[in-house]
């Protein structure tokens, strides 16, 4: 969903390959599927018959795409529900022993965010908020949460329109959907007691934390964006973007009606192996947690699930997987005294130079800019000892 690049690069006397782009960035939002992980070997038994939640799907699907027809099968075709999702996320988080809670918190319009709180009573420092990337959920943050929750409290929430949280019909308006998503994160601060925050995004969590810091300077103690999308301007000049394949951009234009995940939902059953063989190498990057698919299953399921957030970004986007809305444009305005530490991999397939850029934009504030050596872009999963010490470190700073 980001402009990506290849080639090798020395760290500390290594040598390492940086992230093959298993897409070009002009088919990581209509072919993002190759973004997601490896996945079970086996799926559980189709739906018998379509619930209330499947015939959602299908009607998002519809509306988003245009292709009523098309996806008039899918609750039945697509082997997931709610449980299946509960089930593998229940899976995900077995292995941490600190004490944490489950909840839904409630907001506005009905909906509900699933959140997991760590070591709530330390409450006499800012507690850290992890938002998640595109197609993500609190789960991807197992190997993080029993260090970064050691001396203070952890709140991690499924965003507006993925994972366990409700997926409500978000605008067409890019503005409007980024607007929704802001205004849930705000509600969801309110309902759980928060002042103040340290707020870390990754990806599309990124993005928004980063709006959400425009727009309610006052609640954001340290803004952290660790791979974030979103940030800079599609270049106006070809000469200046880097060259597409013409099969991608081919394929691109046939599948750009669709949603960036439209093409695991149509797969159905085979969607698990197809996605496990496209992304094998996050099996190994959680191989200290599981020895088996437990993480492409909750992926899996994840996004399989009404197209919500999904139809959301895509609306945020323009070609390519670059934002409408470039956040670079805006960040100039953000409050002066918020502190900003951008966190990147060294490996990424991000271009990592919004870091320098915001730098330049925000002369008289705090920015840092973090390189993760021999991690790529999930640098939380790839490198989390490094990973989560930095982040300890910055939170040290503010308490």
């Not at 009523?68 to 593998?88: I, N, Q, R, V, Y």
């Amino acid at each position: 969903m980001t402009q990506q690049r290849a080639g090798r690069r020395r760290e500390g006397g290594r040598q390492y390959e940086r992230e093959e782009p298993v897409m070009a960035g002009a088919a990581a939002v209509a072919l993002s599927l190759a973004a997601l992980p490896a996945t079970a070997t086996a799926a559980p038994p189709p739906l018998s018959a379509p619930d209330h939640r499947a015939t959602a799907m299908a009607e998002e699907e519809a509306s988003s795409e245009g292709f009523g027809w098309l996806f008039s099968w899918l609750p039945a075709w697509c082997p997931t529900s709610l449980l299946h999702l509960k089930e593998a996320e229940d899976k995900m988080l077995k292995c941490i022993t600190s004490m944490y809670s489950k909840r839904y918190v409630y907001i506005s319009n009905g909906n509900k965010i699933w959140t997991l709180t760590f070591s709530p009573d330390l409450s006499n420092k800012t507690p850290l908020v992890l938002l998640h990337g595109f197609g993500g959920g609190v789960g991807l943050w197992a190997l993080n949460f029993e260090d970064l929750c050691e001396n203070r409290t952890v709140h991690a929430f499924d965003l507006l329109g993925f994972g366990r949280s409700s997926r409500p019909h978000f605008d067409t308006d890019a503005r409007e959907a980024e607007n929704q998503f802001v205004e849930s994160i705000e509600e969801w601060r309110k309902e759980v007691g928060l002042e103040k925050m340290i707020l870390l995004g990754h990806n599309l969590g990124g993005f928004l934390a980063a709006a959400y810091s425009l727009k309610y300077p006052s609640r954001v103690k340290h803004l952290i964006l660790v791979e974030p999308w979103g940030f800079p301007e599609r270049p106006d000049s070809a000469e200046h973007e880097r060259p597409i394949p013409i099969w991608i951009k081919a394929l691109g234009a046939i599948l750009s009606p669709f949603n960036p995940l439209a093409g695991l939902r149509i797969a159905g059953p085979f969607g698990l192996s197809l996605v496990q063989r496209l992304r094998p190498d996050f099996k190994r990057k959680y191989s200290s947690m599981f020895d088996d698919n437990t993480v492409a299953e909750y992926i899996y399921h994840c996004n399989v699930q009404s197209p919500s957030g999904e139809t959301a970004f895509k609306n945020m986007t323009i070609p390519y997987g670059w934002a409408k809305r470039p956040m670079l444009q805006r960040i100039s305005q953000m409050d002066r005294d918020i502190p900003v530490t951008v966190v990147y991999g060294a490996r990424s397939c991000i271009d990592g130079n919004s870091g320098s850029t915001i730098q330049s934009l925000r002369p008289n504030s705090y920015v840092k800019t973090i390189a993760i050596l021999g991690a790529g872009h999930y640098v939380y999963a790839d490198q989390p000892e490094d990973f989560n010490q930095k982040v300890k470190d910055i939170c040290d700073s503010v308490d």
